[in-house]
Nanobody, 128 residues
Framework: QVQLVESGGGLVQAGESLRLSCAAS????????MGWFRQAPGKEREFVAG????????YYADSVKGRFKITRDSAKNTVSLQMNSLKPDDTAVYYC?????????????????????WGQGTQVTVSS
């Protein structure tokens, strides 16, 4: 059974940084792309960043480009999201997602597709 566990959320002030981590278990994730999504109160879940199975390809939502960086450590089955220069608009519950197709297409990395594999989420709150 696939399990994804996010951690690293918290309360920070605008301009500060946070690093989120997602620990995956239940299968070997080195052949699967992974992504981060977020959901703010009253809004739909939205794509934040995606990373290819090899780690060579990454893609970001325009709203976070240049501030966030997604990385993965396939040996440890983890994917991380370094978030810098945080803004109040970044306040949301952040979720990790893992592709269900090995060596998946760029559509997943670009947030055009998700799987049913979600973590429980971690809250990020940015105060002004």
């Amino acid at each position: 059974q696939v399990q994804l566990v996010e951690s690293g959320g918290g309360l920070v002030q605008a301009g500060e940084s946070l690093r989120l981590s997602c620990a995956a278990s239940g299968r070997t994730f080195s052949s699967y792309a992974m992504g981060w999504f977020r959901q703010a109160p009253g809004k739909e879940r939205e794509f934040v960043a995606g990373i290819s199975w090899s780690g060579a390809g990454t893609y970001y939502a325009d709203s976070v480009k240049g501030r966030f960086k997604i990385t993965r450590d396939s040996a440890k089955n983890t994917v991380s999201l370094q978030m810098n220069s945080l803004k109040p608009d970044d306040t949301a519950v952040y979720y990790c997602n893992a592709d269900d197709r090995p060596y998946g297409s760029s559509s997943y990395v670009r947030g055009g597709r998700t799987s049913d594999y979600w973590g429980q989420g971690t809250q990020v709150t940015v105060s002004s």
